[in-house]
C-alpha cells in the first residue's frame, strides 16, 4: 500500500531527519521502501556489522550500513530555500506536481 506520506518522497531527495536519534542529521535519500513506509538516507541510522574476511589471517571487516528509518520521521529539504519542508501538491494542466509548502516553488 502506498501512503499519501510516501508519495511525498521520491529517491534522491534530500531529506532532514526530525526525530529519534539522528535527529537533525540530513542525506540523500538512497532508497524509498514504499510498502514500509520507510526510507534509507545516506549517513542516518548507521549500523555496523562485521564480517569476517575469508581468507585466512586476515582481520575481518566492520562494514556501515544505512537502515531504512521511518518516513514520518523526515522531512524533505527544499531545492529551492534550502529549509525542510512540508510537501504539497499542485495540479497544472493535468500534471501534478510537488511543491513546497513553504516557498511554493516545484520540488
Ligand atoms: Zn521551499
Known sequence: ???ALMRKIKKGDTLRVVSGKDKGKSGKA????RDENRVIIEGVNIHTRHQ????QGKKGERVHLAMPIHASNVLVV???????ARVGFQKIENVKTRICKKCKSEI
Open 52 to 55: 569476517r574476511s575469508k581468507k
Open 1 to 3: 500500500m502506498t501512503t
Open 30 to 33: 538512497l532508497e524509498v521502501i
Open 78 to 84: 527544499c531545492p529551492s530555500c534550502k529549509k525542510p
